[in-house]
T-cell receptor, first 112, second 116 residues
Framework: GDSVTQMEGPVTLSEEAFLTINCTYT??????LFWYVQYPGEGLQLLLK?????DKGSNKGFEATYRKETTSFHLEKGSVQVSDSAVYFC???????????FGKGTRLSVIA | EAGVAQSPRYKIIEKRQSVAFWCNPI?????LYWYQQILGQGPKLLIQ????????DSQLPKDRFSAERLKGVDSTLKIQPAKLEDSAVYLC??????????????FGEGSRLTVL
């Protein structure tokens, strides 16, 4: 079945450091790919998405590029802030009316 | 715009007891989801409703879990009897589109269940 694998956390970075959170997927079809974020005390919210190969999703300084050849969708940010501290989930949805499949999540802590 | 509302936020019960969680989706959202998130894991879909009909309940442990969505709005998830392994956060989400691969699911803050 479909699955998502994310790098293990927690990840601790200093403010203004570069962030990469790796995500790879397995899917039978041609999925859409997503990053969701969960800030402390809040619900999951969509951060960015990409629906076809080579698409780049971006939001709030975060970016991720849909790489079909490597089945990856790595999340990057050039300069993290303390306010980026959260749990980040990579997810996919295969074609059709299929529900989101999530990775295990990666906790990011940014220290000043 | 009001978000997805869930209650209770926290619940502690003994094993073999029952518990119910309530969800009110965003107004006008036709699709409603219940996910289970065990500590250290990603959310796992339990059931998906389209209006008041079930689209997918293949991962719902039907011997102990039940869910309904009366009138296509609010939803209730029940566990009876609870087991220790049911300790988790139960997330409700809604979306405006029928196709989940639009990806724009709106989540509530979740209901944290501890089974002792």
């Amino acid at each position: 079945g479909d699955s998502v694998t994310q790098m293990e956390g927690p990840v601790t970075l200093s403010e203004e450091a570069f962030l990469t959170i790796n995500c790879t997927y397995t899917a039978t079809g041609y999925p859409s790919l997503f990053w969701y974020v969960q800030y402390p005390g809040e619900g999951l919210q969509l951060l960015l998405k990409a629906t076809k190969a080579d698409d780049k999703g971006s939001n709030k300084g975060f970016e991720a590029t849909y790489r079909k050849e490597t089945t990856s969708f790595h999340l990057e940010k050039g300069s993290v802030q303390v306010s980026d501290s959260a749990v980040y989930f990579c997810a996919l949805s295969d074609q059709g009316n299929t529900p989101l499949v999530f990775g295990k999540g990666t906790r990011l802590s940014v220290i000043a | 715009e009001a978000g997805v509302a869930q209650s209770p936020r926290y619940k502690i019960i003994e094993k073999r007891q029952s518990v119910a969680f309530w969800c009110n989706p965003i107004s006008g959202h036709a699709t409603l989801y219940w996910y289970q998130q065990i500590l250290g894991q990603g959310p796992k879909l339990l059931i998906q409703f389209q209006n008041n009909g079930v689209v997918d309940d293949s991962q719902l442990p039907k011997d102990r879990f039940s869910a309904e969505r009366l009138k296509g709005v609010d939803s209730t998830l029940k566990i009876q009897p609870a087991k220790l392994e049911d300790s988790a956060v139960y997330l409700c989400a809604s979306s405006a589109r029928t196709a989940a691969n639009t990806g724009e699911l709106f989540f509530g803050e979740g209901s944290r269940l501890t089974v002792l």
